[in-house]
Antibody
Framework: QVQLVESGGGVVQPGRSLRLSCVAS????????MHWVRQTPGKGLEWVAV????????YYSDSVKGRFTISRDNSKDTLYLDMNSLRAEDAAVYYC????????????????WGQGTPVTVSS | EIVLTQSPGTVSLSPGERATLSCRAS???????LAWYQQRPGQGPRLLIF???SRATGIPDRFSGSGSGTDFTLTISRLEPEDFAVYYC?????????FGQGTRVEIK
């Protein structure tokens, strides 16, 4: 069955960096676009970034553009999110989620999600 | 940006009862590109419905979606114990994609 397992979350000071990972199993990872979506009690669910199935296309929400980088290693079935210049408002549970297809067509919805990894930004 | 407003915020029902959850959009959702998710405590969301009324793989037929334009509904025909959770709608017809704030279905 499809499984997505995130890791890498933790407590980090404002302005510092963190790398999240998501290991996929149970499907052909290289055939699917992948996303990061975050959730906070206050703002709810917020889409963060997408990467096409082959890594050739990457798009970000305005709130993280220029600070976060999404990447993938299809040989390792792993998705990454490099988060730099972290702010208090980046604190959230971060989920990786599978696109219903390659993600080359905008209009994203997510057919499988991981269990999430929490990120706390605090001095 | 399309704002999705879900109602009610919380609904208290008993197992076996019918649940009707609403999702209203601030503008028309293109091509009925609306999805519904279920989230249980400590878990990531689970896709239930896409394209307003199509059930995702493995979703029981007690879950159904309807609506178009700005008004959408998720119906759970007979609540099972595992259905008590939070439900979110999401539109993917316009960029940026957006989510509703959720409806909690709790045991009465």
């Amino acid at each position: 069955q499809v499984q997505l397992v995130e890791s890498g979350g933790g407590v980090v000071q404002p302005g510092r960096s963190l790398r999240l990972s998501c290991v996929a199993s149970g499907f052909s990872f290289s055939n699917y676009g992948m996303h990061w979506v975050r959730q906070t009690p206050g703002k709810g669910l917020e889409w963060v970034a997408v990467i096409w199935y082959d890594g050739s296309g990457k798009y970000y929400s305005d709130s993280v553009k220029g600070r976060f980088t999404i990447s993938r290693d299809n040989s390792k079935d792993t998705l990454y999110l490099d988060m730099n210049s972290l702010r208090a408002e980046d604190a959230a549970v971060y989920y990786c989620a599978r696109d219903r297809g390659t993600a080359m067509v905008s209009g994203y919805y997510f057919d499988y999600w991981g269990q999430g990894t929490p990120v706390t930004v605090s001095s | 940006e399309i704002v999705l407003t879900q109602s009610p915020g919380t609904v208290s029902l008993s197992p076996g009862e019918r649940a009707t959850l609403s999702c209203r959009a601030s503008q028309s959702v293109s091509s009925s590109y609306l999805a519904w998710y279920q989230q249980r405590p400590g878990q990531g969301p689970r896709l239930l419905i896409f394209a307003a009324s199509s059930r995702a793989t493995g979703i029981p037929d007690r879950f159904s979606g309807s609506g178009s334009g700005t008004d959408f509904t998720l119906t759970i025909s007979r609540l099972e114990p595992e259905d008590f959770a939070v439900y979110y709608c999401q539109q993917y017809g316009s960029s940026p994609i957006t989510f509703g704030q959720g409806t909690r279905v709790e045991i009465k």
